[in-house]
DNA sequence: TAGTGGTCTAGACCACGTA
DNA sequence: ACGTGGTCTAGACCACTAA
């Protein structure tokens, strides 16, 4: 009859416990909020605020009327926080640095109108980005000018195309992925390495609702890393 | 007066709403929970959920006394799922595989031994992942036994480690990165790539408490992708 | 249909941090 | 010192879904 446990915190830091000895093992279902609420001598919302916190993590699934279960296969999540370049940089104490490579107006080619989703024509900038005056990374971008008018005039030969959408043009949501690619001779040249240096590649598509603000890909010099906690 | 909104839901689209209308500009204080409260006709508990839903995900900035405020540079977060490879394999109806290529006990090299900070005689598992038949991953891990002492009679010529490990060894938490990285000779052959290809790389610490349990380098033959939403 | 989690309320007290 | 968000409560009703 311990009267000890009764902040959430507390509670998930038990719930998580009772998983990790096994406890509660993979497959169990565990008692439920009613019950742990009596046992920890809490309200029932405070449990709630407990196992919905682990569940987010996907440490444990809940179903109503099926109660919450400790998952047999357990998809753990990450959260990632998506870099701000300038910011990264000066956060290590570097320099940024930033160079319009053109800004010009053009149809998409496939792959970049179906991204999309129009094919219409946009605009379309690329430019390079410099950390302590080394190429860092080389960055190809989408505008669709139908959703965003002030970005034909906005002046990316002096600022970041990045942080200019950020500041004029919100997205609802997006989509990003992460993968690995050669240099080709262009991007090699740019960033000052050898055709077919292994680069990490970060293509980002953002949303104002069912129309495509921007897609860009962004390509790092070798030596880039991005990181988390799990 | 409308009496409409009252689900956090709904609330929390509502305040997405102004904040992507610049209703709520950026660097905005926005209204306290209390007259939040009022205006949609809700409880204040309903409102801080809401709210604390959107501060979860960068797009607000909460302190006590100060308020919540609307940031002048969001950095937003997606959540990443970590893959279970025979799972994401499965999903998209490929066959999966695994080879064990050796399973040995030997002091780790130091970047291995400062990663886990720990230098005594490890596990070191090399295994090979196949999708269809064709090679995929290459995987390089190494588990404590002090810690994992099953580890040192575990099936790791059938099963593949990961799973293994997921079953048997609980994890607090842990560190992970990506990155790109050329295939060296060993690795080129493994994938049955040239040397050189351009590789996405995850590399996971977990650790349980203080002492490491398993270091992963995974190494995907090119095409793989990792993704989400924003 | 009945059991479980999901949510909301109205009120209270507390912790933090700004002023 | 005091305003704001953070959390907890006790109770209620609802939504989903397994049996």
């Given at each position: 009859m311990s009267r000890t446990a009764s902040t959430w915190t507390e509670i998930r830091a038990e719930a998580l416990r009772r998983i990790n000895t096994r406890?509660?093992?993979?497959?169990d279902t565990i008692p439920n909020e009613a019950e742990l609420a009596e046992e920890f001598g809490c309200a029932r919302a405070t449990v709630n605020r407990a196992l919905r916190d682990l569940a987010d993590e996907g440490l444990l699934e809940r179903r109503r009327k099926a109660g919450t279960r400790v998952p047999l296969h357990p998809v753990r999540r990450a959260t990632l926080r998506i870099p701000v370049i300038r910011r990264e940089m000066e956060d290590h104490g570097k320099a940024y640095g930033y160079r319009l490579i053109f800004n010009r107006a053009e149809v998409p080619p496939d792959d970049v109108a179906a991204r999309m989703r129009a094919r219409r024509s946009m605009l379309h900038v690329a430019s390079l980005h410099l950390a302590d005056g080394m190429p860092f990374m080389a960055e190809d971008r989408w505008i669709d000018p139908t959703v965003v008018p002030a970005a034909r005039t906005a002046p990316f030969a002096t600022g970041n195309a990045n942080e200019w959408l950020l500041a004029h043009a919100p997205y609802t949501h997006g989509e990003i992925a992460f993968s690995a690619e050669p240099a080709d001779a262009a991007v090699a040249t740019l960033l000052d390495l050898a055709p077919g240096a292994a680069l990490f590649v970060i293509c980002r598509t953002t949303w104002d609702g069912a129309r495509a603000v921007t897609t860009v890909t962004q390509r790092f010099a070798p030596g880039y890393r991005l990181q988390t906690t799990l």
């Open positions: 406890e509660w093992a993979p497959g």
